[in-house]
């Protein structure tokens, strides 16, 4: 929630006024040493401003009317003027306003500052070192704010292609599945089985999960282990008693959340690079332990025996290259993925760190 507030046109007002609030109280602290917070204040009042000004004049127009086009030159040459005008402006404000007002109405012990007050508005205009100090105060601001700035950018743009890429991902999913469990309808038909029908049936189960309910981040877990209990129901009534099949799930799934369609790769993959390629009998082990942290799956099967190019099979088509990509960028380091393939078995362990949903609390208000 709080995210989502941030992104809005309201919340990003309000980043700004903490800011700019923060930067007022930081230039307080740090002038009242001299003086004192309240005269520290009443100077900020002048210099705050050129500050705010000095910033979005930049950020919001110099650098998208010249740097996001590429216009570097006269980037840095409108930059340096910039510089120059505001520091200028700068100095103005403590010739006129805070330098005065701090000799009226403190005591100041500084006999340089008391000196430098009665010399020629040339001389002091001019003063390198005074106009050094007025560029480093003004650039300090807005330079903080600045980065700040690119930074939220920088993590925008690399969260809108992560999330870009993720959703090609799981886009690669729904063709990918339809496209086996037609084959496997393909092949009931031919065969003119009665149990096409309830293919048919169980594939409109899963195609409105996948259509109605996995556009989100997370779904609940129960739901994803209904989803895979849909597909192994598909691939029994297709092999019927060739298929030793064990589908075990143990533990409390309540309130546990997972990506959509994370798991049904691996166990689609166990069927149609394991028992699919067989002749005679083949068996498929499926089992999904939760526990308090997450989830351990494993994924077994008998596999035909491979030829030598076949090498790397199981791992080397689009469902499983999908899966892992995800695995890397929504879990990055949440979860870890084992993959053993001998003679005659294959085998994928992955264990999955979970989050737990908060369910809500809801107050009963009696009238």
Same mark, same amino acid.
């Given at each position: 929630?709080?995210?989502?507030?941030?992104?809005?046109?309201?919340?990003?007002?309000?980043?700004?006024?903490?800011?700019?609030?923060?930067?007022?109280?930081?230039?307080?602290?740090?002038?009242?040493?001299?003086?004192?917070?309240?005269?520290?204040?009443?100077?900020?009042?002048?210099?705050?401003? /050129?500050?705010?000004?000095?910033?979005? &004049?930049? @950020?919001?127009? #110099?650098?998208?009317?010249?740097?996001?086009? *590429?216009?570097? +030159?006269?980037?840095?040459?409108?930059?340096?003027?910039?510089?120059?005008?505001?520091?200028?402006?700068?100095?103005?404000?403590?010739?006129?306003?805070?330098?005065?007002?701090?000799?009226?109405?403190?005591?100041?012990?500084?006999?340089?500052?008391?000196?430098?007050?009665?010399?020629?508005?040339?001389?002091?205009?001019?003063?390198?070192?005074?106009?050094?100090?007025?560029?480093?105060?003004?650039?300090?601001?807005?330079?903080?704010?600045?980065?700040?700035?690119?930074?939220?950018?920088?993590?925008?743009?690399?969260?809108?292609?992560?999330?870009?890429?993720?959703?090609?991902?799981?886009?690669?999913?729904?063709?990918?599945? /339809?496209?086996?469990?037609?084959?496997? &309808?393909? @092949?009931?038909? #031919?065969?003119?089985?009665?149990?096409?029908? *309830?293919?048919? +049936?169980?594939?409109?189960?899963?195609?409105?999960?996948?259509?109605?309910?996995?556009?989100?981040?997370?779904?609940?877990?129960?739901?994803?282990?209904?989803?895979?209990?849909?597909?192994?129901?598909?691939?029994?009534?297709?092999?019927?008693?060739?298929?030793?099949?064990?589908?075990?799930?143990?533990?409390?799934?309540?309130?546990?959340?997972?990506?959509?369609?994370?798991?049904?790769?691996?166990?689609?993959?166990?069927?149609?690079?394991?028992?699919?390629?067989?002749?005679?009998?083949?068996?498929?082990?499926?089992?999904?332990?939760?526990?308090?942290?997450?989830?351990?799956?494993?994924?077994?099967?008998?596999?035909?025996?491979?030829?030598?190019?076949?090498?790397?099979?199981?791992?080397?088509?689009?469902?499983?290259?999908?899966?892992?990509?995800?695995?890397? +960028?929504?879990?990055?380091?949440?979860?870890?993925?084992?993959?053993?393939?001998?003679?005659?078995?294959?085998?994928?362990?992955?264990?999955?760190?979970?989050?737990?949903?908060?369910?809500?609390?809801?107050?009963?208000?009696?009238?």
């Amino acid at each position: 929630m709080l995210n989502k507030f941030i992104t809005t046109k309201t919340g990003r007002i309000v980043q700004h006024v903490i800011y700019w609030i923060t930067v007022f109280l930081l230039f307080d602290s740090v002038y009242a040493i001299k003086t004192n917070f309240w005269i520290a204040a009443r100077n900020n009042l002048f210099y705050t401003p /050129l500050h705010i000004i000095y910033y979005y &004049l930049v @950020a919001y127009w #110099l650098i998208p009317l010249f740097l996001f086009r *590429k216009q570097y +030159l006269k980037f840095v040459l409108s930059m340096l003027g910039f510089m120059f005008i505001i520091t200028l402006a700068s100095r103005l404000v403590d010739i006129f306003i805070a330098n005065p007002y701090i000799l009226k109405n403190y005591p100041v012990d500084d006999w340089d500052m008391k000196d430098f007050a009665k010399r020629p508005f040339l001389y002091k205009i001019t003063s390198l070192l005074y106009f050094t100090n007025a560029l480093k105060a003004v650039n300090m601001v807005i330079w903080v704010a600045l980065g700040i700035k690119f930074f939220k950018m920088w993590y925008e743009r690399k969260q809108a292609a992560l999330q870009a890429e993720l959703n090609a991902l799981k886009g690669q999913i729904h063709p990918h599945f /339809l496209f086996n469990t037609l084959n496997n &309808l393909y @092949a009931l038909t #031919l065969n003119k089985s009665n149990e096409a029908p *309830k293919v048919v +049936l169980g594939l409109s189960d899963m195609l409105r999960y996948m259509l109605y309910e996995c556009n989100t981040e997370e779904v609940p877990l129960t739901k994803e282990i209904m989803m895979l209990q849909y597909y192994v129901n598909l691939e029994k009534l297709r092999y019927e008693d060739r298929l030793d099949l064990t589908f075990n799930v143990q533990g409390d799934m309540d309130a546990k959340l997972i990506a959509p369609l994370l798991m049904l790769p691996f166990v689609e993959n166990a069927f149609k690079h394991g028992v699919s390629e067989q002749i005679g009998q083949s068996w498929v082990n499926i089992s999904v332990n939760v526990t308090d942290s997450g989830l351990r799956l494993k994924v077994s099967n008998s596999k035909a025996e491979a030829l030598p190019h076949d090498t790397d099979k199981h791992y080397g088509h689009i469902g499983l290259q999908n899966v892992r990509k995800r695995l890397e +960028l929504l879990y990055p380091e949440d979860h870890q993925l084992k993959v053993m393939d001998d003679e005659d078995t294959f085998l994928i362990v992955l264990d999955l760190k979970l989050k737990t949903q908060v369910k809500k609390i809801e107050n009963l208000v009696t009238a």
